[in-house]
């Protein structure tokens, strides 16, 4: 598809209205198109012409129509547009009868593939019917110079009769003002207009000069007459500024500036001008002042906002994923019969927005392969634009002799790199460790000079899903690499700075959008789609904070551990179960087992089961071979329990009974049967490898409820509601709607996520705690450790009893289904799955809900369930999700415990529920498996635990894309841990 050959529709300039000027805002939405067929839509409606616009020039404006629209009149067609995110005029005069109404007919269409993927079908801005006088402004460009205290202001006035020799004889004249930020007139002169075109020259002398800490803006009030009538007035705000690149520094007004940034795409709709002007209004709070426009033009009223509160803007043509295999676009860079599309898009947003003094940058696209089209844009815009800089990415797909950008576009550099280095980044695609440290096959241009510009970097741990279900405080972990990134940029010469990605998370409800795979439900932003702050908002304010100050809480170099008296602690063997009483509380040891069986105080259990290794990542055997000492010492007891987790590690566990509920834990690793998880190539990065945790863990009953915490932090003044903060409590379920306060979150967990998991804020990972509280309503553990300082978090997790795995007799199977080992990370190590028509799996069951796990893979398709004899879901898909696919390993696609269905609410009687092999798949997968790990049965009197994590270090392996990562936990034989508790009473 094309558009006319070099045909560009300019905008109409904004105006005032008089009795000679009029705009009609018309009520169309895409809510109103009709689709004829795929990619492409219909709406028809009717024009309503006053019969006092005769002889007047009537307009059609779009704002954003896309990608393609076709215009028709009265069964006439006008004209055809290509593009949905420029503004373009049609002059449809000779088209409308006026005093009467006109059939308008608008065909979009679409197209995807050939210069953006978000080239849509769509009415995302207004369309506006203007009538202005015959002779009217029709475009206004200002320049601006300064020489030492004075500036000199360009203007420069088109007509609508442009080389129309007729023009002339009219009696026209242009008047103009130019007004401060005060509303006083600076400047003013009347000139009459002899040509279609009008240049003028206005001095201001000590002009208020723009920046994004100084916002101060002008006005041009242009009033144009014909005959002594006053026939239009045109208004226009411009900023006087200058931009430039000295010395590898980007220079406004010839102060050196970082650009503090975040990538932004903006949104569309009701209500987004609202919700832009808040968004904007909270970035300015967070010392935000540069604004990276993603895949498609600003809008003007975003350019306005940024122009009004004072953001540095880089807007990039409608340029996205040129020639680039992942998401199936076409290499059209140099298709001769794509010119004018590339060129005429250009030059509307070029001709639209050249006023707006937020603008810096002009980018010619991103992410694409350069060609002769982009060539003709960048032409273009160095005669019609010189003030400004431009930029493309990917520079190192332009060749030597072709043209230099002004600034060296990268796109999520590793925080190792030389943040001056000109190189870019290439994907490998093995997948066992990588010879490259960072994970990128990297290219370098060592004899480019320019400064470097980061177009996305710092990613929002989005893709790692995996790692983000287990621990939320990934979100927090992540400001260490925003907080990292930009010391470095303050400190380079060389990299004038960029824009963290993103704003606003990417969701798409419905595969009816069309994008690639990779494009889809991308949650890299600061925001969550409901408006709420992220934590990694925060970090990035006090990032971009320049003046913020640095503390760190000094940690506690106090045990809780005190010498007690022996004698008051009481030990005996009966029936090969060790019990040892302090007081109120009894502990008792399975002799056979050699585990810490139970925790009492009085008849309420305080602890189910314990210590247990913890190793995230590295997949234990169950405990066995266990051996169990206990004896007195003159302060306390000791118990030892030695044992193996499967054949894969012996470890020795020592346990201190303190007299006043005081329990200290040491473990040791006296013997290891494998290899640490090696480094493993993802999409864009390495997995640093080892295991994600190391510690121990005690299984506490499901009435631990609350968590309270004292830790060292970057920052001292968090938000009271922040996971990240130094100090506070959160309670297993919360009311807040907020990111901490979330529990259920169907993006992340799928739809049938009931939230009994708890919320972020109680379940996320404290880490550098000084102490850590666990508490139920009258009890409370605490944890403590004297050699360092430790990171704790509650996990919720059903009860042995409550869970039916695949391979129980419980499960009734009707049809062929198949019996698969996998301990990786299925229940138990295994699963069951079918791919049949009609092959099901049934259980009977008696609670208030039940949940279905299994696994998610490439071959995996789509089911459906019956509760009680009715279909209650069908088409759940165990395919992995869109989000997950950038950020997996070839051969690591399969992931654990996915939660394919669940209900709750139930009546407590016998229930019945079936899940049933569809024998369909999406078009992604490879085959149409359904594969059940195991059921979970619900009750609303205790079907939970609560399994407390105390660790003596973590990672978040996944965190690629340029992030900081800690180094990898290597444990080995001979590696040690411990841990001290007490538990006590709370007072009611």
Known sequence: MKAEEGKAYLPVVDFQETTECVKQELELSSDMLEVTKKGTARLKTMLSVPKEWRDKCIYLRFDQTGCITRVEINDNYVGQHYGGYTTWDMEITAFVKTGSDNKLVLTLMEDRTSMNPYEIIGIHGKITLLCLPENHIKDVAIATSIQKEEATVHIKVQGRSFNDPAFAVHKTACGCKIFDKDNRIVAEKIEKVA?????????????????????????????????????????????????????????????????????????????????????????????????????????????????????????????????????????????????????????????????????????????????????????????????????????????????????????????????????????????????????????????????????????????????????????????????????????????????????????????????????????????????????EFYHMKKAFDDTQAIIAMDKSEQSIVEHGKAKELELSLAEDIYSVKDGDITYTFDKGNGYLLHAFWGDETIIEKGPMLITTGLTLGDWQDASIEIFKMDCNVRVLLTGWYGTIVKVCYTIDIFQGGKLHTEYEILDLHQPMPHRVKINIGVTPGGVDEFGVSYQLPGAFEEVAWERKTRFQDYPADHIGRPKGSAKRSCTNADFSGSSVEPVLYGPYDLGWKGCNDFRALRFDCSFYKIASFDTQITATCSTSTFAARPMIIPKAEACIDDRDDRIVYHGTWFEMNDACGNYKGTETLSREAGASAEVKFTGTGICIYGPSDMIYGKSRVYLDDKIVAEGIDQYPSRAELSGMSRGYEKRYRTLIFAADNLKKTEHTIRIEVMGEKQNRAQECYVSLDEFVILDQEDTMSVQLLLLQDFQYNRMVYGNYRKEPILFETGSKGQIDLLIEKQAK
């Not at 906002?305 to 998401?327: K, P, R, W």
């Not at 980018?363 to 930029?391: H, I, Q, V, W």
């Not at 043209?403 to 790199?417: A, F, G, K, Q």
């Not at 741990?461 to 925003?482: L, N, V, Y």
Request: net charge negative; proline share 6%.
């Open 195 to 535: 040509e279609a075109t009008l240049e003028m020259r206005m001095k201001i002398t000590n002009p208020d000069l723009w920046s994004a800490s100084h916002p101060d803006l002008y006005k041009v009030q242009l009033d144009w007459f014909d005959h002594g009538s006053c026939q239009e007035t045109a208004v226009v705000l411009f900023g006087i500024r200058t931009v430039a690149v000295k010395e590898q520094e980007l220079c406004i007004n010839d102060i050196p500036v970082k650009l503090k940034g975040v990538c932004i795409k903006e949104p569309h709709g009701k209500g987004s001008f609202e919700k832009l002007t808040k968004d904007l209004l909270r970035l300015k709070e967070a010392n935000v002042n540069y604004l990276r426009v993603m895949y498609y033009p600003a809008s003007t009223q975003l350019l306005s906002l940024c122009d009004e509160l004072g953001f540095y803007v880089q807007e990039q043509a409608s340029v996205h994923c040129v020639d680039q295999i992942n998401t199936a676009m076409a290499s059209t860079q140099n298709a001769p019969e794509y010119r004018g599309c590339y060129l005429n898009q250009f030059k509307e947003m070029l001709q639209r927005d050249k006023n707006h003094p937020s603008i810096l940058i002009w980018s010619l696209g991103s992410e694409s392969t350069f060609g002769s089209n982009m060539k003709a844009m960048y032409t273009y815009c160095r005669e019609y634009d010189p003030s400004r800089l431009l930029n493309f990415s990917y520079p190192m797909s332009i060749p030597e002799e072709e043209i230099r950008p002004d600034l060296w576009s990268l796109y999520h550099p590793d925080v190792r790199l030389d943040f001056a280095g000109h190189y870019d980044q290439f994907i490998i695609f093995h997948t066992p460790g990588s010879d490259n440290e960072i994970g990128y096959q990297v290219g370098f241009a060592p004899e480019e000079t320019m400064p470097v510009i980061f177009d996305a970097y710092a990613r929002i741990p989005a893709d790692c899903r995996d790692e983000r279900k287990r621990d939320p405080a990934i979100h927090e972990f992540w400001g260490e690499s925003i907080y990292r990134f930009h010391e470095k940029i303050r400190a380079t010469k060389g990299c004038v700075g960029g824009s963290i990605e993103s704003l606003y998370d990417e969701i798409f409800a419905t595969e009816e959008e069309q994008l690639p795979a990779i494009m889809y439900e991308r949650e890299t932003g600061l925001l969550t789609p409901e408006g709420y702050e992220k934590p």
